[in-house]
């Protein structure tokens, strides 16, 4: 397999304009997720936020996988807001995707490769690997520049020290011209990676604290470095999938992420992708960044793309996919059924306990699943509240994962062509069993 590219991200600078929902930060709740009447950018919705905050405490925890929440409300209301604060709250690192529903008929590509590509966008890999650096305190940057234009390149000396040393570097025109492209100047704190030539400024050196320049609240203080100032140090690159899909199906590579013009991406190069993330991720290289994909219009889907919705939400590096909709009951594009876009069913408050309950010990799809199935029980004996009768009874017939594995290693013996000898548990083939 041809070895994935990564040089070519390592200088990609995303730029974010100011938007309409730029200014927020998280969900403005305190450390009990209770809503702040003023925090972090948002204003308002307090239940909404709230509730927002418990799905945001259940991904942390990694209690919630593979479902989908739904925002329902008015334009204007806050969705996109809220969406938006989730991701915020989850990480500075988290991928957020945004896309609304009538794009996916607009677009030069399927509606099916279309949400592919917003699920590797919104599905983050951080990437470690070791490298040598130069890391120390700017003591002084000299530049010679030619007496006259264009008759030589500029050439210069950049001292930089460490608690322990001091050393003076030649410097070319592209090392010149990074320096200027950051703003470094004496007393700053920087590393310079050896192999790609690229500069980071770490901060400026606490021994210029007091110096009378123009700072900004923004400056960041640092130590001056101790020990050698040539050293190998761990570096992260965060990108998304998508990023690491496009730079290895064209041959512009990561030029074809600011033109726009990616095209549809071959299974053949997705699955190359995956296993050798899956590689790092085993080798302990790279982990992986679940992010949030939010679909807004999401009445504008058809029924193949709530079919290819659920399939996707199976794999294990599902984002967290959060739709909206200013809808209620409407008809589902590419079928005749008319549908809400959310569960309306009424239930006590002692069914909600227990489904709390079921959520908190076995699984919440299992808890999700229940009712549905309860709101049918209730149906049958002509019931208008689910109660906890209702779901008591769905509970007993249908099986989680652990009771029906428990069923089958007790009646093990009752069937035909059985495998597992008596006194034998098999407690690997229990945790992937899926019934």
Same mark, same amino acid.
Request: glycine share 12%; proline share 3%.
């Given at each position: 397999m041809a070895e994935i590219k990564l040089s070519e991200m390592r200088d990609l600078t995303r730029i974010e304009r100011i938007g309409a929902h730029s200014h927020i930060r998280g969900l403005g709740l305190d450390s009990?997720?209770? =809503?702040r009447s003023s925090s972090e950018? +948002?204003?308002?919705?307090? @239940?909404?936020r709230k509730a927002a905050g418990v799905i945001v405490k259940m991904?942390?925890?990694?209690?919630?996988?593979?479902?989908? $929440?739904?925002? =329902?409300?008015?334009?204007?209301?806050?969705?996109? =807001?809220?969406? +938006?604060g989730m991701?915020? @709250?989850?990480?500075?690192?988290t991928p957020f995707a945004m896309l609304a529903g009538s794009e996916l008929f607009s677009l030069e590509m399927s509606k099916t490769e279309a949400l592919m590509q917003a699920f590797r966008k919104s599905i983050? $890999?951080?990437?470690?690997?070791?490298?040598?650096?130069?890391e120390g305190e700017v003591v002084e940057i000299q530049i010679d520049r030619p007496a006259v234009a264009g008759a030589a390149s500029k050439t210069g000396k950049l001292t930089l020290k460490t608690t322990e040393m001091e050393t003076v570097y030649d410097l070319g025109a592209k090392m010149i011209e990074a320096l200027g492209k950051e703003k470094v100047q004496s007393g700053d704190v920087i590393a310079i990676d050896k192999a790609s030539g690229k500069i980071t400024k770490l901060g400026r050196s606490f021994s210029r604290s007091r110096d009378y320049d123009a700072m900004g609240?923004?400056?960041?203080? $640092?130590?001056?470095p101790d020990g050698e100032l040539q050293k190998r140090k761990e570096v992260v690159h965060c990108v998304t999938l998508h990023e690491i899909d496009v730079i290895n199906s064209r041959t512009q590579g990561f030029l074809a992420l600011f033109t726009g013009d990616t095209g549809e991406i071959r299974a053949e190069v997705r699955d190359q992708i995956d296993t050798k993330v899956a590689e790092w991720r085993e080798e302990g290289k790279a982990e992986i960044i679940p992010g949030v994909l939010f679909i807004d219009e999401v009445h504008m889907l058809d029924i193949e793309c709530f079919s290819f919705l659920n399939r =996707?939400?199976?794999?294990? +590096?599902?984002p967290i996919l959060v739709v909206a909709t200013n809808r209620g009951i409407t008809s589902i594009r590419g079928t005749n059924y008319r549908s809400p876009h959310e569960e309306d069913v009424e239930m006590s408050e002692e069914a909600k306990v227990f489904l709390t309950k079921v959520g908190e010990d076995i699984s919440l799809r299992y808890a999700i699943n229940l009712i549905t199935s309860s709101a049918l029980a209730c149906l049958k004996r002509k019931g208008t509240i689910v109660e906890l009768e209702d779901v008591k009874r769905v509970y007993e017939l249908f099986y989680d994962v652990k009771r029906s594995t428990q069923y089958l290693m007790e009646y093990q013996n009752q069937y035909m062509f059985s495998e597992v000898p008596a006194g034998e548990g098999y407690e690997d083939d229990a945790n992937a069993m899926v019934l």
């Open positions: 009990a997720l209770e =809503a950018g +948002m204003v308002g919705q307090t @239940s909404a991904v942390q925890e990694g209690k919630i996988a593979g479902r989908a $929440v739904l925002l =329902a409300g008015q334009p204007g209301t806050g969705k996109t =807001a809220i969406a +938006m991701a915020k @709250s989850l990480g500075q690192e983050g $890999v951080r990437i470690k690997e070791e490298t040598e650096v130069l609240p923004q400056t960041k203080f $640092v130590q001056c =996707a939400l199976e794999n294990d +590096m599902a």
